[in-house]
């Protein structure tokens, strides 16, 4: 399965950007999928997560109100709608998918790996 990331950019603080992760090579509805994160310096961590059907969803406690996780299991895609960014929201942002109905923030649950898009806000 391969994921590859795009939307990424530079953006206020305060505006909104929208992540796009696109899936090929695999069946994209039996993988439960996630959004996370890595600044520098720091470990990569959890954003949010969602399952195959879209039944159940999953956010960092600090984006939630603010980010949104969707897929489209017919155009194999995940997308993160993220509003209101702050400039502690920069990293670089990676989709990972995980073949099993529920997501996980254990990022090492996860089987496939985008190689990430970077997000910058500015204040």
């Known amino acids: 399965v391969q994921l590859v990331e795009s939307g990424g950019g530079l953006v206020q603080v305060g505006g909104s950007l929208r992540l796009s992760c696109a899936a090929s090579?695999?069946?994209?509805?039996?993988?439960?999928m996630g959004w996370f994160r890595q600044a520098p310096g720091k470990e990569r961590e959890f954003v949010t997560g969602?399952?195959?059907?879209?039944?159940?969803?999953d956010y960092l406690g600090s984006v939630k109100g603010r980010f949104t996780i969707s897929r489209d299991n017919a155009k194999n895609t995940v997308y993160l709608q993220m509003n209101s960014l702050k400039p502690e929201d920069t990293a670089v942002y990676y989709c990972?998918?995980?073949?099993?109905?529920?997501?996980?923030?254990?990022?090492?649950?996860?089987?496939?790996w985008g190689q990430g898009t970077q997000v910058t806000v500015s204040s």
């Open positions: 090579g695999g069946t994209f509805s039996t993988y439960a």
């Open positions: 990972a998918g995980a073949q099993r109905l529920f997501t996980s923030p254990d990022p090492s649950t996860y089987d496939y």
């Open positions: 969602i399952s195959r059907r879209s039944f159940n969803t």
